[in-house]
């Protein structure tokens, strides 16, 4: 069976390092394993407006800003397929024919949905299309026949509902569709990159994320200000790892090789942990050896972009030409969705003929 990448990400902002830790990297690393027949990679503004339907102006200038994103991350339009998703109206068609196997209560206890609902004060009067958007999720998926999806960890509760309806569908129907897997960061400071000021949620309007697109004074500022042990006040006293920004960055970002070049006194990770913990480092080390850390990722991703931004057409055609490709793929499945379900009928010949016989006898 074809290995398949389906995943994408709701154009409402630049993407942050929260992101890049969370997937874009992983996606990066996938793509250029060779390993995958196909990678479709999403940008969801269908799902952007079902919690931003009368902001539809946001939605539509930050295409360009996750594109950009995207591709100034070493996603390459030569191997992975980007594309918009309100363009191809096949995922809508199939969203209808999906809602039919799911449950308002199913979708009610979906744990990513009733997160989001509280967040986004919904518990009064939820949109029905914010409320199934899981459904439309499942299409984004199933449509491109998707083995694999990388997501962050709050996105498991959709894949199983994707696989839900797979099965669902399969058994009802015919077996059409392809149950797929998430694939989440191994390292739980991947899995929850906290804000600069140690709030568990990176959000724009509290000002604690890092952008991709940043500049290098940008990062260099966040870093000077990032939370980090509120108790260790001297130099010399012990400090705690425990919900410190700081060193959940630096777990998410640093490599041994990190320690060669810009702090060689110790060797990894763990002689740095230790001796903060015994006491005698401060703070303003360990975050200068962030800035470096995070500065050598984010540097190439930021020309990259410098680049890219010089031919903004060039980048919309990219998108273009990946929502074409991306068109033919999810009409094929959906044709193949009609055919198990019977609703195919003027090439159904079968049919034709016994209802003419039906009539003739
Ligand atoms: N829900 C995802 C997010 O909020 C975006 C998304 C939409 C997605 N459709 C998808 C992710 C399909 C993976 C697969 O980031």
């Known amino acids: 069976m074809s290995k398949i990448i389906l995943t994408g990400d709701r154009p409402t902002g630049r993407l942050h390092v929260g992101h890049y830790v969370g997937s874009l990297r992983r996606r990066v690393e996938l793509q250029n394993s060779g390993e995958y ?19 539809p102006e946001k939605v539509r200038q ?9 591709m100034s991350c070493g996603l390459d339009p030569a ?11 096949e995922l809508t068609e199939l969203t209808f024919y999906y809602m039919n196997l799911v449950t308002v209560s199913r979708l009610q206890h979906n744990p990513t949905v009733k997160n989001e609902i509280q967040l986004r004060n919904f518990e009064a009067s939820i949109p029905v ?23 962050g960890e709050d996105q498991l509760p959709m894949i199983e509902q ?9 058994t009802i129907y015919a077996p059409v569709l392809v149950e797929p897997e998430a694939l989440i960061p191994d390292s739980e400071a991947c899995k929850r990159l906290p804000g600069t000021d140690g709030k568990a949620k990176m959000s724009k309007s509290l000002g604690n ?9 940008e990062v260099q500022e966040k870093i000077k200000n990032m939370f980090t042990d509120p108790q260790h006040l001297r130099v ?26 810009y702090l060689p006194e110790y060797a990894n990770l763990d002689e740095l942990k230790a001796h903060y913990t015994r006491g005698g480092l401060g703070d303003m080390k360990v975050k200068r050896f962030l800035t470096n850390v995070m500065q050598e990722t984010l540097e190439p991703i930021r020309n990259r972009r410098k680049e ?3 031919d903004i057409p060039a980048v919309f055609d990219v998108l273009k030409a990946g929502t074409e490709a991306a068109r033919e793929t999810a009409a094929q499945t959906l044709s193949e969705v009609k055919s198990a379900m019977k609703i195919n009928y003027f090439e159904d010949q079968e049919l034709i003929r016994q209802q003419a016989e039906k009539y003739q006898a």
């Not at 299309?129 to 997501?151: C, L």
């Not at 994320?209 to 004074?217: E, G, K, N, P, Q």
């Open 79 to 89: 191997k992975s397929n980007l594309f918009i998703q309100s363009q191809i109206s």
């Open 236 to 261: 010399s006293d012990p400090g705690h790892l425990e919900g410190n920004t700081v060193f959940t960055y630096l777990d998410a970002f640093c490599k041994d090789e990190h320690f060669e070049r």
């Open 129 to 151: 299309g914010f409320f199934t958007y899981p459904i439309s999720q499942a299409s984004d998926i199933t449509a491109f026949k998707a083995t694999t999806v990388p997501v």
């Open 308 to 310: 890219l931004e010089k």
């Open 37 to 55: 027949d196909k990678i479709y990679i999403m940008i969801a503004d269908a799902q952007a407006l079902t919690d931003n339907f009368d902001n």
């Open 209 to 217: 994320c890092i952008y991709l697109s940043d500049s290098a004074d």
């Open 162 to 170: 994707a696989r839900e309806i797979v099965r669902k569908f399969n």
């Open 62 to 70: 930050n295409i360009i800003e996750v594109a950009l994103d995207y």
